[in-house]
Nanobody, 119 residues
Framework: QVHLVESGGGVVQPGGSLRLSCAAS???????????MNWYYQAPGREREFVAAITRAGDNTVYADSVKGRFTISRDNAKNMMYLQMNSLKLGDTSVYYCNAVRGARESWGQGTRVTVSS
């Protein structure tokens, strides 16, 4: 079972930046580089929503329209790490952010890291 741990959340003012990290471990049959990775967020009272995705080699990325141009997803396969650089943060970005790893039918989630954008 792949184990994912998010970090880097906190409180930031509108317009500020944060960098989230996702540390992955517990690989047995397959390596980190064989998993597509995603970020999701879940605001209070709402469904979990897609934020960004990155391919196994890190050569392609996809973003939700709401974060396009402000957030950047990246990964370091040598370190089993994924990142989300969040710039120009808005009040509506306040959420718990989750790291997600997918390989075929295998899927793992982290416990989430809270981001609060507040003036």
């Amino acid at each position: 079972q792949v184990h994912l741990v998010e970090s880097g959340g906190g409180v930031v003012q509108p317009g500020g930046s944060l960098r989230l990290s996702c540390a992955a471990s517990g690989f047995t049959d397959f390596t980190f580089s064989s998993y597509a990775m995603n970020w999701y967020y879940q605001a209070p009272g709402r469904e979990r929503e897609f934020v960004a995705a990155i391919t196994r080699a890190g050569d392609n990325t996809v973003y939700a329209d709401s974060v396009k141009g402000r957030f950047t997803i990246s990964r370091d396969n040598a370190k089993n790490m994924m990142y989300l650089q969040m710039n120009s943060l808005k009040l509506g970005d306040t959420s718990v952010y989750y790291c997600n790893a997918v390989r075929g039918a295998r899927e793992s989630w982290g416990q989430g890291t809270r981001v609060t954008v507040s003036s």
